[in-house]
């Protein structure tokens, strides 16, 4: 079914007809209003004034009655017959008076009355009494006139006055008088019908209901409508009423002076006339109003008419948004009608409805554009995303992790396939959960489950029997999905297999306690074992000891055979030290070829433990040097033994073992095989050590090494070159030889910015000799520790200090040790080729002392040999050392090398180097090793 259509614009013209109309009605009505309550208001002023002249012509008639009745009173004759009480001639009198004044003002009774209310005389009508006795004696008693209206038959004005007689009142006069008069007189001065109304009930709704009706002056009509008033609806005292064409309004004015039962007089007016005028003023101004009306919806639709066609426009222009036809609404937004409203100058919001149409029109075309863009790269992002969910549905299908859901029941909703087939169940669905947990109780698993909350996971471990029976060990992940995720409590598990991960960690735990060659226990187990040791000789008093064992020359037996015979020898070592001690007692393995012996249970008198443990060395001792046949090769070990006693855990385990290892080096330094006891005493020489070192780290950067020179001559003696000897000068100690500091150098790494302290030094010292003749032309020695020869860097070390300081490389001679070299013998080689390619001289110190074969001599290129000082002090002593020597020398000049002899002290010595064929020599003979002032002045001397 259509909807009817009707155009806004006749929506508009109706809607404000409606509103006007309204409003017009409104005025219209309002005006109504205010004319009948200016009506009512008139009404009102005419019904106070009707009661003013009602109370007025009351009082009136009561002044006019007292006077009467003092007029009578006053009469001779009549005075006289009160006073005497002569009643038959006052009644005469009263009747002559009454008939001479004809009791003009409507007087109908007089009566008089002694002081004790009988009747003197009366004249009249006597209905009333009864009324007149009781006012009467209200009068006597009172002293004054008294007045009341009294309804019976008719309604009557009644007055009684008091009849003094020397200051006493001695009689009284009644006069009733009709109220038609009254009643005439209301009617002619209020211009209305009067009636007079009686009664001993009023009711404030219908307050005539009850009432009896006296008298009427308007006759049958009027008592039609008060007739019609005793049942009709009475508003502020009033009742109004349609009858007979006319409108009668009826009004209750009260009687003054009333007595018990109240009497009224009911005022009906005639508003025929006045209702009538307000009513054709009200229809004079309808009609007005609907003529304005009339013009208004002419002049709006007028005024709409424009406006009303640009929205119809606009109104065509926007089912083409919807159409998506852009280009027909930016035509017809060029065809809109009144394009240029008041030229221009002014818009309105129609003006903006159509821009924005136009630009809506533009945003849309542009939308719709980007919308297809959007829908295809939307599609192209669906297709993705259900490849991306069926790879990660694929995923967690084939993760090698357990997936499960289950209900706060424990029965399994959701399980992935990895972790049905690895349950051991055909269907793992509707299972309970806690089935799968073996290695936790049931009662543990619920109360881990009962006390999970949002947000908090919590790790269980279990293991679970496979299809092929083998056991796996999970760690579950088990968490309580948050209330959106899901409309019942649920729980997610996560199970990783870490059954390789415990196997691991097993085999962690083995190499963190026990070496992986020996399975003897580590230094970290044998740390323990002591703590234990400690805490066992503390309750039982037992002492206990530990034997350090480090293998004589077994780095040699390593170096010339191979790790895999060491390897062996360690393996045949440890069993030995096992095979020879107690179930009780420990044997470790530290690193290389180093054992440590744990003894416990030992006796609690220190001397007899010292014998003790000196007897389970020994042992161990020998069980080590018995020989061992390894791959047909025979080996025979010795062994140095170090033994640290203890009770208690008074001292460290760490000084334990320190201790031990001091003893050790005792027995090793005093010629291996052998074994030692610690003695505190032992610390002493090792606390010097330890103050030498700490002294040494600030010798460099407290300025207190220094360089020494020793000449070196030719046959000529004529000095060809120097060597540079390192000295140090301590600020308390004095003089330190370098015997005792360089070893503690070496040892601890200082020996590295020592060294190139040195050589920059050196290097200085030869450019500073460059420009004078006595020097110039020498050559500097200085000796390289093996430490700093084997740095990466050390030849671009050599080579950034000769650029910095400008030295000459031919000038520098480096100095190395036989030993040294050989312990690498590729890179010293390799080193070497690098250093005599930039012009630096090398020279082998202290040649003849090593243990290596000479062969390797022909691969170095080497440019001088020093024979050792040990050999050249023995020459003429000791036949062999002069044979040595001499074939030094002998190879050396075969193999076109310098030699140079240090030690010279003697000229015997000098003589024999010369005839073997040395032609350089250093030593005591020629100069000590001098500090720099004193060398230039040598040098000087030399020359002269």
Known sequence: MNTPYLSIRWKIILLASLVLGLTSALFIWQQYRIELNEFDLKQAEYRERSQL???????????????????????????????????????QAVEAIATE????????????????????????????????????????????????????????????????????????????????????????????????????????HAPISEMQIVSVSGGAVIREVLEAARIGFWLNGYFQLDHGGQVHQVALIPVPLMGKNPVYFAIVSDITRQIEAIASEAKVHLLRG??????????????????????HHVSQILPLLGQEKFAQVREDYAARPLQKWLGGRLKDEVDELESLALALADQLERLRSESIRHTDSLAAQASQLKHERDFISGLLDTAPVFILSYGSDGCIQLANAYAVESCGLTEVLGHDYATLFTGISQQEYAVEMSTMEV????????????????????????????????ETPTYLSIGMDITEHRENEAKIHDLAFYDPLTKLPNRCMLLDCVRHAMS???????????????????????????????????IETAKRLHDSVREIDTVAHLSGDEFVVLVEELNSEAESAVAQISLVAEKLRVAISQPCLLQGFACHLTASVGISLFKGNEVAVDELLRYANIAMSHAKESGRNALCVFDPSMLTGLEARAALEDDLRHALPQDQLRLFYQVQMNAAAKPVGVEALLRWFHPERGLIPPLQFIPVAEETGLILPIGLWILETACAQLKAWETDTLTSELQLAVNVSARQFYQPDFVAIVLHTLEKTGANPARLKLELTESMVLVDISDAIAKMQQLKNIGVRLSIDDFGTAYSSLSYLTQLPLDQLKIDQSFVRNIGVNPSDAVIVQTIINMANDLGMDVIAEGVETQAQREFLGAAGCMQYQGYLYSKPIALDAFTDYMKTSRV
């Open 53 to 91: 002249i009602v109370e007025h012509l009351f009082l009136s008639q009561a002044e006019r009655m007292q006077l009467l009745a003092s007029l009578l009173v006053e009469q001779p004759n009549i005075r006289g017959h009160i006073l005497n009480k002569r009643s038959d001639q006052l009644a």
């Open 101 to 204: 004044l004809s009791f003009a003002q409507g007087v109908v009774t007089v009566e008089f009355h002694d002081s004790a209310q009988k009747s003197l005389a009366a004249w009249g009508d006597l209905t009333y009494s009864d009324s007149l006795v009781s006012l009467a004696r209200l009068s006597v008693t009172g002293e004054k006139p008294q007045t009341r209206v009294l309804c019976d038959r008719i309604c009557v004005h009644l007055t009684v006055i008091p009849i003094s007689h020397v200051g006493h009142t001695v009689a009284s006069v009644a006069i009733i008088s009709n109220l038609e008069t009254v009643l005439n007189d209301l009617h002619r001065l209020t211009n209305s019908d009067v009636a007079t109304l009686y009664s001993k009930a009023q009711n404030d």
């Open 290 to 311: 609907m003529g304005v009306l009339f013009l208004a919806m002419l002049l709006m639709y007028a005024m709409l008419r424009p406006t009303m066609r640009r929205i």
């Open 455 to 486: 947000g908090v996971v919590s790790r269980l471990e279990s293991r679970i029997t496979q299809n092929d029976g083998s056991i796996r060990n999970v760690l579950w992940f088990n968490s309580l999905l948050a209330a959106e995720l899901a």
């Open 536 to 570: 066992s000789s503390v309750r039982k008093h037992f002492h206990c000891a530990l034997i350090f064992i480090d293998l004589d020359h077994f780095k040699a037996i390593n170096d010339s055979k191979g790790q895999e015979i060491g390897d062996q020898l360690l």
